[in-house]
């Protein structure tokens, strides 16, 4: 299928790992030029850098200036913004554990990051007479979990935003989508300080366990893989998806089954 995005330009928040890496290698893939900031470039991106046009940008993206510094290196061009940085910290204490810093934190980087970084692309891609935004979601927005409460906030906020900007924008050649992946195969869910492992040392189990447990819930059985996230967001992104504004896809492995 041919998506049209060659020789457009793409941002990605949180292009360093997960998600975000397959984002970015996806649209290298399609042969985009990527501006992607994280705060940290991992090797693989720089494995990358020599396999297309990519420019890495160490930045904060849950500070106040991270996202408009990002949007800066982009230039005078955007075509595509994925709204991707976020993290999901494990809630084993439950609600009354849960700090104002704590909330604030989740706020900024899941919810504030991304309104920054879309106030600051906004005007580049009005200017340059369109373009797309996709947004990271959660199936946590519709699927609120105790274990993850004020990820599962943030996330019902910025599904709630994709569809305010969808509505403003559309007319002005701006299409705003979003994905809502349930579980993914990335450290946020897998790695040493993930949830799986923060929910086991909390109960005494095993990690392994724990993402086993997790994986069961889906009718696929496994966890979806950050490419297949990715695969998505960019279909969402091209010419297939022209008319496409306004909407949430679920990536979940069937997951939820009331929608």
């Known amino acids: 299928m041919e998506l049209g995005l060659a020789g457009r330009t793409a941002v990605v928040t949180g292009g360093g790992r997960g998600i975000g890496l397959a984002v970015v290698r996806a649209c290298l893939r399609e ?15 720089a494995q990358d850098q020599s396999a297309g046009p990519v ?9 106040p200036d991270g996202p408009a510094e990002l949007i800066a290196a982009a230039g005078d061009r955007i075509d595509l913004l994925v709204n991707n940085v976020g993290s999901a910290p494990a ?13 604030a934190d989740t706020f900024d980087i899941n ?6 970084t ?8 009005l200017a340059g007479n369109g373009g797309s935004i996709v947004f990271t979601g959660s199936v946590n927005a519709m699927l609120p979990d105790p274990a993850v409460l004020d990820y599962s906030a943030a996330k019902a906020a910025s599904s709630s935003l994709a569809k305010s900007l969808s509505k403003e924008f559309g007319r002005r050649g701006i299409r705003v989508n979003s994905v809502a992946p349930g579980p993914v195969a990335t450290d946020l869910w897998l790695g040493a300080g993930g949830v799986a492992r923060t929910v086991a ?3 005494g189990g095993s990690a392994d366990d724990v993402a086993a447990a997790a994986a069961q819930q889906m009718i696929t059985g496994r966890f979806t893989r950050p490419e297949e996230v990715a695969d998505l967001i960019l279909l969402l992104a091209g010419a297939p998806s022209a008319n496409v504004t306004g909407a949430t896809y679920i990536i979940d492995g069937g997951l939820i089954t009331t929608l």
């Open 31 to 45: 042969g985009m030029q990527v501006i992607a900031g994280a705060r940290h470039l991992p090797e693989p991106l």
């Open 55 to 63: 420019q890495f940008v160490e930045v904060d993206l849950g500070s």
């Open 91 to 103: 809630r084993t204490g439950g609600f009354l554990a849960i700090t104002d810093q704590q909330w």
């Open 111 to 116: 919810l504030m990051a991304a309104v920054r």
């Open 118 to 125: 879309t106030r600051a692309a906004l005007p580049v891609m």
């Open 201 to 203: 040392d909390r109960t």
